[in-house]
């Protein structure tokens, strides 16, 4: 409950561009995480919703970034279940390959080249 809490503390900080608070509550949350539970269901839940809350954050800066996303792959590691391992790992590597974050290169369409365009209709 209160590390649900500070995740939506994290949140709000976000929406509002408080990029060191919302770092702040996110580690508070990673301390929570550590220190009080032991049930492996819950830890498996908690650590998916510290991965969906990095997910959505747009105000902390690169290493910050990293950071967070990087103890999230590791405590995923060292879940107790394998399942539940490789699902917070795989969770937890989607955070660097987010559709639309920030932390990606910007890309310049490229033209379409006319093989391709030859190839498109038969796909379909």
């Keep these: 409950m209160v590390l649900r809490q500070y995740l939506f503390a994290a949140q709000i900080a976000d929406s509002t561009a408080f990029p060191n608070q919302t770092y702040d509550f996110l580690e508070q949350a990673f301390s929570i995480y ?55 790992i795989v969770s937890a590597s989607h ?7 920030p932390y990606l290169p910007e890309t310049e369409e490229k033209p379409v080249s006319p093989e391709l365009t030859l190839l498109i209709p038969g796909i379909s």
């Design 95 to 101: 955070l660097w390959w987010a559709v639309d974050s």
């Design 34 to 88: 550590e220190e009080q539970i032991a049930d492996s269901k819950v830890q498996y839940s908690s650590l998916m919703g510290i991965a969906n809350t990095l997910q959505s954050t747009r105000s902390l800066d690169e290493e910050q970034f990293n950071t967070l996303a990087l103890r999230t792959a590791q405590f995923g590691g060292k879940l107790l279940r394998r399942v539940d391992q490789a699902r917070a």
